[in-house]
Structure formats: C-alpha cells, structure tokens
C-alpha cells in the first residue's frame, strides 16, 4: 500500500483533473486507489470513510463543472448522492457507489469539449495578433471563459505546441520583422508598439527567436 500522504498531495488532484478532461479510464483507476487510501487511513470506520468520500464527491463534482458540466444538474445530483451514500452499510456498496458517482459526472462532461477547446484557443489567438499590443493574460482568458488556467494552460500547448506565453513572444517577433523591414522605427518604438515596456526584454526575445539583434536582422 503507497502511503498516506498520496491521498492527500497526489491522487485527489489527479482523480480531479481526469474528471475535468473527460478521461474515464484513468479517473477510475485514480479512484480505486484512493478509495484503498481511504479505507486504511480511516482503520475500516465506515463513517468517517463516508466522511472523507462525500469530500472527495465535492472535488470531483467541482471538476465537472470545469469539465463544461451544468451546474444545476450537478448540484441536485451531488445531493441526491450523497444521501444515498449515507444509507449505505458496508464498504463495498460505499466503493460501488463512487464510482457510480464518477461514471455520473464523466457522463456530463461536454462531448465536444476538443472542439470546443480548440475554438477557444483559436480565437484567443486570432485576438491576439490583433491586439498584441494590449495582450491579456492567460488568467484573464480563463476567467471570462470560466475554465480553470491550468486546464486552458494544458488545452493551449496540447492544440498549439507551444505555451499561452511562447505563443504571445512568437506573435510579436513576427510583427516585429516586419516592422523592422518595412519601417524606420526605432527598435525602442517597435517593442512599446508590440506591448513590450523593455526594449532590452525585447532584444532578449528577439535574438532567442532568430538568432540576432533587431539591428543585425535589419541590416540583414
């Protein structure tokens, strides 16, 4: 048996994260091995086993709803369980229903959430190079979307292939080339231009991306 610790740092997270994301199979198997977690950190006490079960239904129904899950339905649902989890008189019932409850939740998580992620991720973009001047932040985006940052943070490298922030610095080196070509600017008004309050930072960036200065890429 892993050690206690894992019910507490390791397996509820993931278990929640596998809801969120639709994954069936891995939340299960995260289930099971916490449901044995439980029954030992609780020394077979059926009741205070139930205890720490509803709290896990808690979690897991919170990962639904950023699933994409209704928030109605989850919540009359999440009662309804949870009384009949009380009414239950061993412990194999309680392990038969979490995972019940789960397969519940795995259910109402939106069908089309990859094509929905990836329309998400695609207009952020497209508001991105329009705005790169003015770029929000990933936090911003998830807020308004009402999506937890870490799932539209693992949504965005996974469709892009690359990071929310990678993908703002490769927009604004684009632009940059060719303002550098086609304009006079300075390179201290093309990076204010492009939202970036440190020409140095923006030098860095830069060179990273293309191998040269501002300076040497326009003489080139």
Known sequence: MRSNTRYQWDLLPRLAMHIERGYGDKAH???????????????????LSKMRCAQIMSTCMRAARLGGASSTNLLNEHFFELAQLSRLQTWTACKRRMHRYVDLLLGQIDDDESDRMHRIIASICE??????????????????LELSEGHLSRSFSEIRGRSFSEE?????????????????????????????????QFIADFRHETGMTPGQYRKA
């Open 29 to 47: 198997r995260e289930l099971k091995e916490l449901l044995e977690t439980v029954n030992l950190q609780s020394e077979a006490n059926l009741m």
């Open 127 to 144: 508001e991105l190079c329009s705005s790169i001047q003015s770029a929000r932040s990933l936090s911003q985006y998830a807020q308004e």
């Open 168 to 200: 703002i610095r490769l927009i604004r080196i684009q632009k940059a080339k060719h303002l550098l070509i086609e304009t006079d600017n300075s390179v201290q008004s093309i990076a204010e231009s492009l939202g970036v309050a440190s020409p140095s």
